[in-house]
């Protein structure tokens, strides 16, 4: 079974290409700090100090999408700011 909304269970993780890290991040001035870069996108803009959690699909580093950790809703993609350049 496929999830059709953006806040997925748990269970239904596993069978998706998804990969989720399973650590809390806090939203920065400098966006999402994750595997050593900052991942950035307007929609952070204040909601700095928001606690989320993270998906990305293995050997794409570039792109993660980020959920709010207290509710798991989708709140939207980030792109790594080293990418972007």
Not at 33 to 39: E, L, M, P, T
Not at 51 to 57: C, F, G, I, P, T
């Amino acid at each position: 079974m496929r999830c059709r909304s953006r806040t997925c269970p748990r269970r239904n993780w596993r069978r998706s290409p998804w990969r989720t890290t399973g650590r809390t991040y806090t939203i920065s001035t400098s966006g999402v700090r994750w595997r050593r870069r900052g991942c950035l996108a307007p929609w952070m803009k204040g909601r700095t100090g928001t606690k989320v959690s993270v998906r990305h699909l293995p050997h794409h580093d570039d792109t993660i999408e980020v959920f709010d950790a207290a509710t798991g809703r989708h709140l939207g993609a980030a792109s790594s700011s080293s990418h972007s350049r």
